[in-house]
């Protein structure tokens, strides 16, 4: 799967997300990138930021946080592309759940993990 069919599966599943979440959703950029750091090569996707649950008064100016979802774990982990876009739905919505202040073990628990 080419870089850009991947990039559109992301795109496709930030669109399923529920509008009355995205709009909750503050400050927060999603990014492709094929290969995760080199210390944790499985790594799926990564959300780097102050959650929302986090952000304060003191909460203003900053850069935004950033999502990434990793192209080639996700390839390597599918079978299918059937695989792929399952996988891609499930990392993009983990990410964002990060955003809003949720943990792993709360996302394991709802089968997001």
């Known amino acids: ?6 990039e559109e599966l992301v795109a496709e599943a930030l669109d399923r997300i529920p509008p009355e979440l995205t709009r909750l959703m503050d400050n927060v950029a999603v ?3 094929d290969e ?7 790594l799926l ?4 930021g102050t959650p929302l649950t986090d952000r304060g008064e003191w909460y203003a100016g900053v850069l935004p946080d950033r999502i990434t979802v990793y192209r ?7 079978e ?5 876009v399952q996988e891609t739905e499930v990392t993009v919505v983990h990410e964002i759940a990060h955003h809003f202040g949720i943990d792993d073990a709360r996302l394991h628990a709802l089968g997001y993990g």
């Not at 080639?72 to 599918?78: E, K, N, V, Y």
């Open 45 to 48: 996707g990564l959300y780097e």
């Open 31 to 33: 990014f492709v990138e």
């Open 72 to 78: 080639g774990p996700t390839l390597r982990l599918s």
């Open 1 to 6: 799967m080419t870089r850009e069919e991947f």
């Open 36 to 42: 995760p750091p080199t210390d944790d090569p499985e």
């Open 80 to 84: 299918t592309r059937e695989d792929v």
